[in-house]
């Protein structure tokens, strides 16, 4: 009898832990428009991940659902501008805050950028280590795609820089 109870909270227990993603990854892909000679960056990452990671900071709780939009963004911004960074030659690109869109379903967060690269995107160095201090099996990975060309680039832990090298 009461094994019974015993067995039900280790269901429970499973349960939640069901919900929660075995992996820790983020990804963004960077197109660039020649038109409007912008990279345009959207960045995917697990939505609770990130709301611990910007808590952490904040050193309070803070949700895509309870805070307010211009706060959470103002916050996501400087923590992106922080881990995400891009550079042409030995100088930093600027990065153009646009908006975020919460998949809920899915628990993806989207983060919307765009940066000014008059010169197309070969030779920038990117730097992606979003949440890699938050959880040390993080896997960040960029797909830059310029017209027809286009690079996957991965950002394992402790990796710095990469450079986009299209094939020739």
Same mark, same amino acid.
């Given at each position: 009898?009461?094994?019974?109870?015993?067995?039900?909270?280790?269901?429970?227990?499973?349960?939640?832990?069901?919900?929660?993603?075995?992996?820790?990854?983020?990804?963004?892909?960077?197109? &660039?428009?020649? =038109?409007?000679?912008?990279?345009?960056?959207?960045?995917?990452?697990?939505?609770?991940?990130? $709301?611990?990671?910007?808590?952490?900071?904040?050193?309070?709780?803070?949700?895509?659902?309870?805070?307010?939009?211009?706060?959470?963004?103002?916050?996501?911004?400087? &923590?992106? =501008? $922080?881990?995400?960074? @891009? =550079?042409?030659?030995?100088?930093?690109?600027? @990065?153009?805050?646009?908006?975020? %869109?919460?998949?809920?379903?899915?628990? $993806?967060?989207?983060? &919307?950028? %765009?940066?000014?690269?008059?010169?197309?995107?070969?030779?920038?160095?990117?730097?992606?280590?979003?949440?890699?201090?938050?959880?040390?099996?993080?896997?960040?990975?960029?797909?830059?795609?310029?017209?027809?060309?286009?690079?996957?680039?991965?950002?394992?832990?402790?990796?710095? $820089?990469?450079?986009? =090298?299209?094939?020739?």
């Amino acid at each position: 009898m009461r094994a019974l109870p015993l067995f039900l909270v280790g269901l429970l227990l499973a349960a939640g832990t069901a919900w929660a993603h075995p992996i820790h990854t983020s990804l963004a892909e960077a197109d &660039y428009n020649p =038109k409007t000679q912008k990279l345009e960056i959207a960045l995917r990452v697990f939505a609770d991940d990130f $709301e611990r990671t910007l808590s952490g900071r904040a050193e309070r709780k803070l949700t895509l659902e309870h805070t307010p939009s211009a706060e959470f963004n103002a916050l996501a911004f400087a &923590y992106v =501008k $922080e881990h995400f960074t @891009l =550079k042409l030659r030995r100088s930093a690109v600027p @990065l153009t805050w646009l908006g975020r %869109e919460l998949k809920d379903a899915s628990n $993806e967060l989207w983060l &919307y950028l %765009e940066a000014s690269l008059p010169d197309g995107v070969e030779g920038v160095r990117f730097r992606h280590a979003l949440l890699a201090e938050a959880f040390s099996d993080q896997l960040n990975s960029i797909r830059v795609r310029d017209g027809s060309r286009q690079v996957t680039l991965t950002f394992p832990l402790g990796q710095g $820089e990469r450079t986009v =090298k299209f094939a020739p």
